[in-house]
């Protein structure tokens, strides 16, 4: 004690947290616990509404039986439903279309596995595409930044996009970064990930005893950024050009442009202010 971290519905405020609290400060005041706050750090979870929109309740006949679902669609789209269906602190309905989603994410990895699988000694000598490269190491950074914040359905959108892209692409994938994708997915799907990771490795080793990848910072850049295009230090114009484009070269294409030439006409550069990857700003007389 005291508690790192506790996660609790609001409806349990007086049970668990007014009582708790109490018996804490007055300990604290007696001499006998050296902190007068019994959690560090608390969230409430929203409630899941049935799909009617009102609370589940037996009375009503709304109840959504998990195991069912369970049933139906396998405990890891259901787990990943769950998560994905909002943000984890706010009130929201039971959609029973929106599992579906879920499941077919799953299966869209399961059929990038079974590409993987027949690419047998390609998989480690194949060229890797640096654009899926990058949103790679840039989904592993939101997952990891989101699971932080418990931001879990962000961190498995940000997922899906990455399997989205990775089946629009023609470039074969490297069982490596497969590995990485799949110790991401395990905290959400830890059923399937598992499966796919003992197929992979062919070990008794359990992949929550993976180590948790690290992004390379120098990959998650984008090539490609907004310039803002002052006159005088007022906006008139946003273009986009090459990450790390000198002042000569952003000079060049942003003269070219006719709605900067409008603003220009007429007039005379005296200065040029240039921020790398920033602003280019104009200075007339």
Same mark, same amino acid.
């Given at each position: 004690?005291?508690?790192?971290?506790?996660?609790?519905?609001?409806?349990?405020?007086?049970?668990?947290?007014?009582?708790?609290?109490?018996?804490?400060?007055?300990?604290?005041?007696?001499?006998?616990?050296?902190?007068?706050?019994?959690?560090?750090?608390?969230?409430?979870?929203?409630?899941?509404?049935?799909?009617?929109?009102?609370?589940?309740?037996?009375?009503?006949?709304?109840?959504?039986?998990?195991?069912?679902?369970?049933?139906?669609?396998?405990?890891?789209?259901?787990?990943?439903?769950?998560?994905?269906?909002?943000?984890?602190?706010?009130?929201?309905?039971?959609?029973?279309?929106?599992?579906?989603?879920?499941?077919?994410?799953?299966?869209?990895?399961? &059929? $990038?596995?079974? @590409?993987?699988?027949? %690419?047998?000694?390609?998989? =480690?000598?194949?060229?890797?595409?640096?654009?899926? /490269?990058?949103?790679?190491?840039?989904?592993?950074?939101?997952?990891?930044?989101?699971?932080?914040?418990?931001?879990?359905?962000?961190?498995?959108?940000?997922?899906?996009?990455?399997?989205?892209?990775?089946?629009?692409?023609?470039?074969?994938?490297?069982?490596?970064?497969?590995?990485k994708f799949l110790i991401i997915l395990a905290p959400f799907a830890p059923h399937f990930a598992e499966e796919l990771y003992h197929q992979i490795e062919k070990t008794d080793k359990s992949i929550f005893e993976e180590k948790w990848p690290e992004y390379d910072k120098t990959l998650i850049e984008e090539?490609?950024?907004?310039?803002?295009? &002052? $006159?005088?230090? @007022?906006?008139?114009? %946003?273009?986009?050009?090459? =990450?790390?484009?000198?002042?000569?070269?952003?000079? /060049?294409?942003?003269?070219?442009?006719?709605?900067?030439?409008?603003?220009?006409?007429?007039?005379?550069?005296?200065?040029?202010?240039?921020?790398?990857?920033?602003?280019?700003?104009?200075?007339?007389?």
């Open positions: 004690l005291p508690v790192d971290f506790y996660v609790g519905g609001a409806e349990h405020a007086v049970l668990h947290l007014l009582y708790a609290r109490f018996w804490t400060k007055f300990l604290y005041d007696q001499g006998i616990l050296p902190f007068d706050e019994p959690f560090l750090k608390l969230r409430n979870q929203g409630l899941i509404l049935a799909p009617d929109g009102q609370k589940m309740s037996k009375s009503k006949g709304n109840v959504i039986n998990p195991d069912d679902l369970v049933r139906e669609y396998g405990a890891d789209a259901f787990r990943l439903y769950e998560m994905f269906m909002g943000p984890f602190d706010q009130l929201i309905a039971w959609d029973p279309k929106g599992i579906l989603g879920t499941k077919r994410f799953l299966q869209r990895v399961w &059929q $990038i596995f079974q @590409k993987l699988k027949t %690419q047998n000694s390609k998989l =480690k000598t194949t060229t890797q595409n640096p654009k899926l /490269e990058r949103k790679l190491h840039q989904t592993i950074k939101k997952v990891t930044e989101d699971i932080e914040a418990m931001k879990f359905n962000t961190a498995i959108a940000s997922m899906m996009e990455y399997i989205n892209e990775l089946q629009n692409s023609n470039c074969k994938l490297q069982i490596e970064d497969f590995k090539e490609i950024i907004t310039l803002i295009v &002052q $006159i005088n230090g @007022k906006v008139r114009d %946003q273009i986009q050009v090459k =990450k790390g484009i000198s002042e000569e070269e952003a000079k /060049e294409i942003v003269l070219q442009s006719e709605k900067i030439q409008r603003w220009l006409k007429g007039k005379a550069i005296k200065k040029v202010i240039f921020v790398k990857d920033k602003l280019i700003n104009f200075v007339t007389r």
